[in-house]
């Protein structure tokens, strides 16, 4: 076996994955995507800006070519691709991303609109006022410097920053486990609220709010939901609702337009745009007549026009829920803070902000102290020297060199080592009586600083004192009045029906197949209604004149239920086939349509009456099935089915359950009646009760619901021999729920009878097609057939062998219109 090598070692893969991973996440986290609790800037922010203050490129001085500064942070700081340099210097340009921005850039930076900047050849950039306040000190030994990627310079861990520049511009970002969105405040508010932390460390977040009402957009807007600030603020997470600054505006010809002068933060105003535009153009409300985006050098107006007699608050408030127009907003306040990141809120912002401050007013005061003790030594020395100047002179002309004249005079008169280098370095025009004045006036100066420095090392409150005024010179130059608008409470947005929809009485037409359409009473009535565009096979379920502010419900073998908004089914020319249902929702190949209904509400005042094969029987209130979210792709369930093989035989829309008795006929032949308040009401995922005792083999052919108040009930009886036998239901006698029932068949010894479809008679004069597995169709009506007893079974219209068993029936439903005619001419 050969010998293994010393360099090479085993590990799992799980703990190289896990070590890496981790490696990789704990960089990210803390040297790309999240910004420091101090400064609020993410390293490549950090090293731009360092970059651009260490090259003079400030606010006082001309512009430099971006690709010129871009090179330099790539270079020096920030090996990684040039792309991502621009883009992050380029946002930090944006005055509509960043409340403050911290670059002033020359040329293209992009636009709302979601426009690319011009390259970074084209464009000239140099720090803005405020950013020197996030750099100024930071020459005082007032941060740590850290060796940079190649050891070939320094750069600083975090900046000085004279302000809470996180929450004055906020951040957006996605690590490994970790993403943040800060919101950008108004810079007054929030140094007015660090100032009265610094005075009161206990303070409550709701006191701090007094002062920080919430975010600021640069884009303005409305806020709504005090209580997701508040949430935000206490805890770090939160969430709010935006919406655009909008006015109402009167127009020639009596109508109005809607005027958008202010948009939510970070939506692309040209995609909002196009997205109202597509409103209008598909017709998915009636009353927008033209979207125009009219901003230009003077501010954003976008306006919205509308046709005469439109209501415009319907329209607005429709635009509010299905367009950028107003957004949810999540806060989600994650910083790093002690080199892990944490989830903070307004409280613990400012404190970490605080203590930073702090820690900077302490290291350039000691710095300052330092420099200005080693001066008044120095200028102690000078004093001295000029009081006994000609000795002095005298023993540096006696001497050989520089270095012996310091080595002398520190022996003779006891001056300190810096000191005889100042007296020697002296030039002779320093000699004069003015200059001893200027020298002790400025020893005078240097004694009374070092006293005010020591004073705010020594004394907390003087330390405060400083801190504050530094806030306040900053809120002075740089403050700006808020432009966001903040309101209690989140407006619901509720869509009245007649803004979606202008109401119109229309023909809806549902067939077995799943083809729906919509026709006018216009084309309608210019067409045949026997004329109807189908299938060869296939039948209407529903044809009925419906208003367009009503719903129609479709219920399936499968149990299913599918709504369709009047509105939303496709307007069809009578005489065309409709739009198959499969189209926007996925249905099963052997799925059919086996009922309809127009519903102008889902009321609680009425239920559905479902019947299935395999013997079950439910009541589900009407409200149950108003559309879901998901009812434009996907169905719902009407009845949860128990087995494969069951399917949905009847459904009937009830308002009475005490009025109503139901009567099942099975395919052995046994039928039953009993009251409809002996079915339960439940959900409509339920699968109900049993509705009759099967035998093993039997299964329900057919179910109706009648009111037995009203007298004779007909039904017609279809056996798989093609008999049709006509029983009054009514006098069927009243057992109860589950029971077997009673026989309505003659049994025969050879070739019984078998009962293949139960036919619901409503009026005795309709014609019914009876459609058999060969395709044969045959017409019956109820009236043509007297009352039968239990024990016949009925009159032949078919032969089995020759025309095939009956598996179906169907009624033509024709609409007339007749009277709307009249009443128009």
Not at 77 to 89: I, K
Request: aromatic share 6%; net charge neutral.
């Amino acid at each position: 076996m050969a010998k293994q090598r010393e360099e090479i070692q085993e590990l799992t893969l799980e703990e190289v994955m896990g070590d890496r991973f981790g490696r990789y996440s704990k960089y990210i986290i803390q040297e790309r995507a999240l910004p420091d609790i101090r400064d609020g800037l993410k390293p490549v922010q950090r090293r731009i800006l360092y970059a651009m203050y260490s090259e003079g490129n400030t606010h006082d001085k001309g512009f430099r070519k971006s690709a010129k500064t871009v090179g330099n942070v790539i270079g020096n700081f920030h090996p990684h691709g040039d792309s991502s340099v621009y883009e992050a210097m380029v946002r930090m340009s944006q005055d509509w991303k960043m409340k403050t921005p911290l670059v002033t850039m020359h040329g293209n930076n992009g636009s709302m609109d979601g426009d690319p900047p011009a390259a970074m050849r084209y464009t000239e950039a140099r720090l803005s006022k405020v950013a020197n306040e996030l750099l100024k000190d930071i020459d005082k030994e007032t941060v740590e410097f850290v060796l940079n990627f190649d050891d070939t310079t320094n750069e600083p861990t975090v900046l000085p920053a004279r302000f809470p520049n996180l929450l004055v511009n906020g951040a957006t970002g996605i690590s490994a486990g970790y993403a943040t969105d800060i919101p950008p405040h108004n810079l007054g508010e929030v140094i007015d609220a660090c100032i009265y932390q610094l005075q009161h460390p206990n303070a409550s977040v709701d006191k701090l709010m007094d002062f920080v009402k919430g975010p600021d957009f640069p884009t303005g807007g409305i806020i709504q939901g005090i209580k997701g600030l508040k949430s935000a603020y206490q805890t770090g997470k939160g969430k709010i609702v935006v919406r655009s600054k909008t006015e109402i505006e009167k127009i020639r010809g009596g109508k109005e337009q809607i005027v958008i002068t202010e948009i939510p933060y970070e939506v692309n105003k040209a995609t909002m745009v196009r997205k109202m535009d597509e409103i209008r153009i598909n017709k998915k409300i009636d009353g927008i007549a033209d979207v125009r985006d009219e901003s230009d050098r003077t501010g954003l107006r976008i306006v919205v026009e509308l046709k005469k007699d439109t209501p415009t608050q319907g329209i607005l408030t429709y635009l509010f829920k299905n367009t950028d127009l107003q957004v949810s907003y999540n806060l989600n306040m994650i910083a790093i803070s002690d080199r892990r990141p944490q989830q903070v809120g307004l409280k613990e912002f400012l404190a970490a902000y605080i203590s930073h401050k702090k820690d900077i007013v302490r290291k350039r005061t000691k710095f300052l102290l330092n420099k200005d003790q080693k001066r008044a030594h120095i200028v102690a020395g000078l004093i001295k020297a000029i009081s006994i100047l000609d000795d002095v002179i005298k023993t540096i002309r006696g001497s050989k060199n520089k270095g012996d004249a310091k080595d002398n005079i520190v022996n003779a008169y006891g001056f300190t080592a810096m000191q005889a280098e100042a007296i020697v370095s002296l030039q002779l025009y320093r000699l004069t009586n003015t200059d001893i004045t200027q020298l002790q006036k400025e020893a005078s100066e240097l004694d009374a600083r070092i006293s005010e420095y020591n004073k705010i090392l020594n004394d907390e409150k003087t330390l405060e004192s400083v801190m504050k005024k530094e806030l306040r010179e900053v809120k002075k130059e740089n403050a700006k009045d808020r432009q966001t608008v903040i309101q209690d409470k989140i407006e619901e947005l509720k869509v009245e029906k007649e803004v979606l929809v202008t109401e119109e009485e229309v023909v809806v037409s549902v067939t077995k197949e799943g083809y729906l359409k919509r026709t006018s009473l216009r084309s309608y009535g210019a067409s045949n209604a026997e004329e109807i565009g189908l299938r060869d096979g296939d039948h209407s379920v529903f044809t009925e004149k419906i208003s367009t502010l009503d719903h129609v419900v479709l219920f399936t073998t499968k149990g299913n239920v599918i709504n369709r908004p009047v509105h939303e089914i496709p307007e069809i020319k009578w005489k065309d086939l409709g739009e198959h249902i499969s189209q926007t929702i996925s249905i099963q190949p052997d799925e059919k349509i086996i009922a309809a209904y127009g519903l102008k509400e889902f009321s609680k005042q009425q239920k559905f009456v479902f019947i299935t094969q395999a013997g079950y029987i439910k009541q589900t209130l009407a409200s149950e099935y108003a559309p879901k979210r998901t009812y434009r792709s996907r169905s719902a369930t009407a009845i949860k089915l128990k087995t494969k093989t069951d399917k949905l035989l009847s459904v009937y829309l009830i308002n009475d359950e005490s009025l109503y008795d139901v009567f099942l006929v099975t395919q052995l032949g046994f039928g039953l009646r009993y009251t409809l308040p002996e079915v339960s009401t439940v959900g409509a995922n339920a699968s109900g009760v049993k509705s009759i005792n099967l035998k093993k083999e039997d299964h329900v052919a057919g179910g109706l619901i009648f009111d037995p108040s009203e007298g004779n009930k007909s039904a017609l009886m279809i056996t798989h021999r093609g008999s049709v036998k006509r029983m009054n239901v009514a006098d069927f006698d009243v057992i109860s729920r589950a029971k077997r029932g009673l026989l309505v068949l003659r049994e025969l010894k050879n070739k019984p009878h078998r009962m293949a479809l139960l036919i619901d008679v409503e009026q005795l004069d309709a014609e019914w097609t009876i459609v058999t597995d060969k395709g044969n169709e045959f017409t019956v009506r109820a009236k043509d057939y007297a009352f039968s007893d239990r024990y016949s079974n009925g009159s032949f219209i078919l032969d089995e062998d020759s025309d095939g068993v009956p598996v179906d029936a169907y009624k033509e439903s024709i609409v007339q219109i007749e009277e709307e005619k009249e009443a128009k001419e």
